[in-house]
């Protein structure tokens, strides 16, 4: 079946640096990836649609500037977290395509 | 918009009891509905969709849920509880089939099967 690949499963980084977050279709491709942040004990909230070629559409609320996504080809998708903040410390997930197809989520921690 | 309410974040079980996770949606389209399952510092599994085919969907693992329109409901259910269906679960809803568009989570419930 299709299979989502994320990289890093977990990250701990400095506070003030950058870390890069790799969403991967392996046997498909996809036109539309999606990125969600899970809090601690609560549901998945939408970050940013991406689609390949161009601009990633971002939800109400979520700073572009600080969670930047590429989707430079049908099967690679990324999301960069600059100058990472403690209070950006969550599990970020990845969807490629249909309903069914998430990433195993990385969990970020800034210390 | 629409939007998913998961009745009950904390749910307990015993071994062999029935396991029903509640889940009530609101849209002004027609809806396609969706129940996954999280184990720690895991993705999503799908378990089970509806997609307007047929009201009572089966899925994965022994799990089933049944649309009612007239309820706005979309609870899922299994007849005996494992040890290993100790997870979060989140109900979820979507104006497409294929979930190509947003998919919306609920809140999730976390399910405590007791041995």
């Known amino acids: 079946g299709a299979v989502v690949s994320q990289h890093p499963s977990r990250v701990i980084c400095k506070s003030g640096t950058s870390v890069k977050i790799e969403c991967r279709s392996l046997?498909?491709?996809?036109?539309?990836m999606f990125w969600y942040r899970q809090f601690p004990k609560q549901s998945l909230m939408l970050m940013a649609t991406s689609n390949e070629g161009s601009k990633a559409t971002y939800e109400q609320g979520v700073e572009k500037d600080k969670f930047l996504i590429n989707h430079a080809s049908l099967t690679l998708s990324t999301l960069t977290v600059t100058s990472a903040h403690p209070e950006d410390s969550s599990f970020y997930i990845c969807?490629?395509?249909?309903?069914?197809?998430f990433g195993q989520g990385t969990r970020l921690t800034v210390v | 918009a629409q939007s998913v309410t998961q009745l009950g974040s904390h749910v307990s079980v015993s071994e062999g009891a029935l396991v029903l996770l509640r889940c009530n949606y609101s849209s002004s389209v027609p809806p396609y509905l969706f129940w996954y399952v999280q184990y720690p510092n895991q993705g999503l599994q799908l378990l089970l969709k509806?997609?307007?085919?047929?009201?009572l969907v089966k899925g994965i693992n022994g799990f089933e849920a049944e649309f009612k329109k007239s309820e706005t409901s979309f609870h899922l259910t299994k007849p005996s509880a494992h040890m290993s269906d100790a997870a979060e679960y989140f109900c979820a809803v979507s104006d497409s089939p294929g979930g190509y568009q947003k998919v919306t989570f609920g809140t999730g419930t976390k399910l405590q099967v007791i041995p």
């Open positions: 969807r490629a395509g249909g309903e069914a197809f």
């Open positions: 046997d498909f491709q996809a036109t539309t």
């Open positions: 509806y997609t307007s085919a047929a009201t």
